[in-house]
């Protein structure tokens, strides 16, 4: 049977989206609409896309800057929205996206997401990461009706952003593989199509000729490729086909450490790491990093093998209805031999 997939029905990924917003969303019948800004962002980006939403005739009924993701904070927000509107766009970085797109979910709105960076595919994603009960929780949300990126102001943000988002789109190297190992050991079921999207997705991003990662073709790729993972995720059902045990590896870094480090840098890390582990595609991802200065970034963090070893023994607790790679206790047990014996772990962690 058939199934109904839902995606994104305005996708801008250029030069100028920002100042083109009004027009996007009057070709889309929208008049009255929400906008939530990331912390400090009104001051940068308010001026321009409210003249743009101006010249179209649309009617900003509300806006705000956002600076956080508690679940109570967002339910208020939701269910004290104007009576008239239509839309919410989020502008900003993961925290006012994930608002966004979970305000828009409980009130069955659409949600158009403009990241101003390129760290994930949260953008992309019908996924949000609250805080629930004081603890960093995953909730199903809004898959963007719309998403508009702007490669001018992707690049303008500093550029730790973009190797977080370079580390989140070839993760999908590992987290596919982790699916299919999975689905043969039969906890799980592969869709094909997913499969090929995410696939084509990162393939597609590796592969792209680069000098330097402000490049437009090279933004545009990474961009294209992250929009491309929450279309791979909605088609699944789940994450699956976008994330791992490099994902669980993160998520445990995130729980007990003070201070993690971006999402997409400590994922890439894991990438590598579990690649390995995998015996999959680790000469690839390598290259990469290499090649795009990902490394030398991660080199500078001075983050600590002890935290990385501790997230793996954590890994399979944090989705235990998952069964990944290490969701098997010889492959933790390689993965924590590989994070001191391997050359490249060795270099860039301490």
């Known amino acids: 049977m058939a199934k109904n997939i839902s995606i994104p029905a305005i996708l801008k990924v250029g030069a100028g989206a920002l100042e083109n917003i009004g027009r996007y969303m009057k070709e889309d019948n929208f008049q009255n609409v929400v906008i939530y800004f990331g912390n400090g962002l009104i001051e940068l980006f308010g001026q321009q896309v409210m003249e743009s939403l101006k010249r179209e005739g649309i009617q900003v009924l509300e806006y705000r800057e956002i600076d956080t993701v508690d679940m109570d904070d967002i339910v208020e927000m939701a269910f004290t929205l104007p009576a008239r509107v239509e839309t919410i766009l989020s502008i900003g970085g993961g925290k006012v996206i994930d608002a966004g797109k979970y305000a828009a979910f409980l009130r069955n709105l659409p949600f158009i997401s403009v990241p101003t960076s390129s760290s994930s595919d949260g953008f992309s994603s019908a996924s949000a990461s609250l805080i629930v009960n004081g603890k960093r929780t995953s909730v199903p949300a809004r898959l963007a009706h719309g998403i508009i990126v702007d490669i001018?102001?992707?690049?303008?943000?500093?550029?730790?952003?973009?190797?977080?988002?370079?580390?989140?789109?070839?993760?999908?190297?590992?987290?596919?593989?982790?699916?299919?190992?999975?689905?043969?050991?039969?906890?799980?079921?592969?869709?094909?199509?997913?499969?090929?999207?995410?696939?084509?997705?990162?393939?597609?991003?590796?592969?792209?000729?680069?000098?330097?990662?402000?490049?437009?073709?090279?933004?545009?790729?990474?961009?294209?490729?992250?929009?491309?993972?929450?279309?791979?995720?909605?088609?699944?059902?789940?994450?699956?086909?976008?994330?791992?045990?490099?994902?669980?590896?993160?998520?445990?870094?995130?729980?007990?450490?003070?201070?993690?480090?971006?999402?997409?840098?400590?994922?890439?890390?894991?990438?590598?790491?579990?690649?390995?582990?995998?015996?999959?595609?680790?000469?690839?991802?390598?290259?990469?990093?290499?090649?795009?200065?990902?490394?030398?970034?991660?080199?500078?963090?001075?983050?600590?093998?002890?935290?990385?070893?501790?997230?793996?023994?954590?890994?399979?607790?944090?989705?235990?209805?998952?069964?990944?790679?290490?969701?098997?206790?010889?492959?933790?047990?390689?993965?924590?031999?590989?994070?001191?014996?391997?050359?490249?772990?060795?270099?860039?962690?301490?």
């Open 152 to 350: 001018n102001v992707i690049r303008t943000a500093p550029e730790r952003f973009i190797y977080s988002g370079i580390g989140d789109m070839v993760s999908k190297i590992t987290s596919l593989y982790d699916w299919q190992f999975e689905a043969a050991a039969g906890y799980s079921q592969i869709n094909d199509f997913a499969v090929m999207i995410a696939k084509k997705a990162v393939n597609s991003f590796v592969r792209t000729p680069f000098t330097s990662i402000k490049e437009d073709l090279f933004l545009r790729e990474l961009l294209d490729s992250l929009a491309m993972s929450g279309i791979a995720n909605e088609i699944a059902g789940s994450s699956a086909p976008t994330s791992g045990s490099e994902h669980l590896i993160s998520h445990a870094l995130d729980k007990f450490m003070e201070e993690p480090a971006l999402h997409g840098i400590q994922v890439g890390i894991a990438t590598y790491l579990m690649a390995k582990v995998q015996d999959h595609r680790y000469v690839r991802v390598n290259t990469v990093f290499t090649d795009t200065g990902f490394w030398d970034h991660v080199e500078t963090l001075k983050l600590r093998k002890a935290d990385f070893e501790k997230a793996i023994d954590m890994a399979p607790s944090i989705k235990p209805h998952r069964h990944t790679y290490l969701h098997e206790e010889k492959y933790r047990e390689e993965a924590k031999r590989l994070l001191h014996e391997d050359e490249i772990l060795n270099r860039i962690l301490v």
